[in-house]
């Protein structure tokens, strides 16, 4: 099944799971630490307080309020910092908010579009758009990319067939490509320095 299908299929939790580990990956971006968005997986786990988290992972992660537009911040980051910051911004307040799905689909290209672009200095030619990844031709998919897109594939395989006991190995999946993706982020910054 393709990542499409998958994100079709997936109910609340398998989004907001999905969502949120697409942005728990990203996160090196914005210099954020390993924990910065623990408590959003913790209430996910425990029907916490999701609005109360998300406000202080965009406050501790120094991201503009959903309702602020992101241009502004585009203009001093790079592009993929500005995705995962755009990512963050759009987070519904309500993790089974009708946009839920809009913003689960919206990350997992983010996402995606953040590995392509990082894996350009690798070579990665991006002769193949996201959206045909997404939908399971993986013709000339980059390494870094085809990491992500199995990531992300069974973030929600994981989900649909453990329910809520799919969450702490979505979470160990998520924090696997959180620290790959740190390590290209830091490979990079030493590459021009």
Wanted: aromatic share 2%; with cysteine; proline share 5%.
């Amino acid at each position: 099944m393709s990542l499409v299908d998958l994100i079709a299929q997936a109910d609340e939790r398998g989004l907001a799971v999905s969502g949120l580990a697409c942005l728990d990956r990203c996160v090196p971006l914005l210099g954020g630490d390993d924990e910065v968005l623990r408590p959003l997986w913790s209430s996910l786990a425990d029907g916490g307080a999701w609005g109360e988290y998300l406000e202080q992972a965009r406050t501790e992660l120094d991201v503009a309020d959903p309702g602020r537009t992101a241009a502004a911040d585009d203009d001093d980051d790079d592009e993929a910092a500005a995705l995962v910051r755009r990512m963050l911004a759009a987070a519904p307040g309500d993790p089974s908010a009708p946009e839920l799905r809009e913003w689960a689909d919206a990350c997992s290209v983010g996402a995606l579009r953040i590995h392509r672009l990082l894996d350009a200095a690798a070579g990665d030619t991006g002769t193949c758009p996201v959206s045909a990844h997404r939908e399971g031709l993986t013709d000339g998919i980059s390494p870094l990319v085809a990491a992500e897109l199995r990531r992300q594939v069974t973030v929600l395989e994981l989900l649909a067939g453990r329910g809520a006991g799919g969450l702490r190995p979505a979470l160990e999946v998520s924090t696997e490509g959180r620290r790959v993706l740190r390590a290209v982020v830091s490979r990079r910054a030493r590459g021009r320095s």
